[in-house]
């Protein structure tokens, strides 16, 4: 790797020489709970996705090393583009070995090359350029069609599989949590569902809904100083201490009843709910919101158009096109609120407004005879505070 981008913010920024701390782990999401700044991040990550990305970007890693490619040219997937774009240097394409450095190890990146603390080569990549990647993205473009008939056929044999589900709510679970006629919001750890959560706090004030964090979208409910009512997904990506927050929990189960999730919270001493169904967990917390009775579904970091299913890297993305259809007359997609309202009013333009009514109340007391008091008993306060002054330098000099 030539050089390591400096990045705002940082004044040690590591050199191509330097030896860095590597972390390890086939699962981006995983990773980047535990990657530090200034470390190198190792992943197995075919097509890079935006939401891993900016995770990394988040993080400040010296650099990312893929084993897989990070644009394979399935569909435009915007991850690589934003890593670069951040400063962080991507070796892609580096094989398995790579995946085979112990976490905390040290390595040096040298060109396109991986080496130990030892000088010993660990595997061998492409770093990506903006080029190199502008290059892939208009490739990839061109081949969209191909995915947009797999996702069209993945599509139907949801459909088929799950007709039962999507139709007449067939499967869904009973739980305790009461959401007849209640409003429901639901977090997933998608786009901007940090700025899009902080922009609806009024809405959560003033109408208390129901707060269902998909996974990880549970800890960003505890994160904003709100507590979740409902966890539901694969509990994979939530930690111990929001799964003890006392929110009912519903284990996302495959179809024939497996629920890798369901020992891990009964390890905590935690009795949950199992919805077995096929699409994703964010899937199956709107069809439960549903056929319980929601009266509205406010969803924050759900996936929502076509590039955006693409970009999560799963056929069983189309499990989440059929269910918003499903839902669609009650769904309210709150993506992209805090853009839509944010830089309305300057800091420069707030300053100013404040200012202007200030001089406005001044004048309005100059004009009247308590105001020409109250003017007259400070000015002569501020008359005494300076003759003090004066005489203590006086006295000093």
């Known amino acids: 790797m030539r050089t390591l981008s400096k990045r705002a913010g940082t004044d040690d920024t590591p050199t191509t020489g330097d030896l860095l701390s590597v972390r390890v782990d086939s699962r981006t999401k995983s990773l980047t709970k535990r990657l530090k700044p200034g470390e190198v991040a190792v992943i197995d990550h075919i097509d890079i996705d935006r939401v891993s990305a900016e995770a990394l970007v988040a993080c400040r890693p010296a650099a990312v090393l893929n084993a897989a490619v990070s644009i394979s040219g399935r569909y435009p997937n915007l991850g690589p583009q934003i890593l670069i774009e951040a400063g962080i240097p991507l070796l892609d394409d580096l094989g398995s070995d790579v995946m085979t450095l112990s976490e905390g190890s040290k390595v040096r990146l040298e060109a396109d090359t991986v080496l130990d603390a030892e000088g010993s080569m660990v595997a061998e990549g492409t770093e990506q350029t903006p080029a190199m990647v502008e290059e892939a993205m208009e490739e990839a473009r061109a081949g969209l069609s191909v995915q947009l008939e797999a996702f069209a056929a993945n599509t139907m044999d949801y459909m088929r ?229 004066r005489g203590l330098f006086a006295a000093m000099f």
Do not use: C
Request: aromatic share 6%; proline share 3%.
């Open 161 to 389: 599989a799950e007709r039962e589900l999507l139709l007449d709510g067939v499967g869904v679970p009973e739980v305790h949590t009461d959401l007849e006629g209640r409003h429901v919001l639901i977090v997933v750890r998608g786009y901007h569902y940090r700025e899009d959560l902080s922009m609806l706090r009024s809405y959560i004030r003033e109408y208390r809904p129901v707060l269902i964090g998909v996974d990880g979208g549970a800890d960003a409910i505890l994160e904003s100083g709100l507590k979740p009512d409902m966890i539901v997904g694969d509990m994979d990506s939530v930690s111990d201490r929001t799964l003890l927050s006392g929110a009912e929990i519903v284990v996302h189960a495959y179809r024939d009843g497996r629920a890798p999730g369901r020992e891990r919270v009964e390890k905590l001493g935690l009795e949950p709910v199992v919805f077995p169904a096929t699409g994703t967990s964010e899937d199956v917390a709107m069809l439960l919101a549903d056929d319980k009775g929601a009266e509205l579904i406010v969803a924050v970091g759900t996936h929502g158009t076509l590039v955006e299913f693409l970009d999560k890297g799963r056929a069983g993305m189309a499990s989440t096109f059929l269910t918003r259809l499903r839902v669609g007359g009650k769904l309210i997609d709150a993506k992209g609120v805090s853009r839509l309202y944010q830089h309305r009013i300057s800091n420069w333009q707030l300053t100013g407004l404040i200012l202007a009514g200030l001089a406005a109340l001044i004048t309005a007391l100059a004009v009247t005879p308590a105001g020409q008091t109250i003017f007259g008993i400070l000015l002569t306060r501020l008359d005494d505070i300076l003759s003090w002054f």
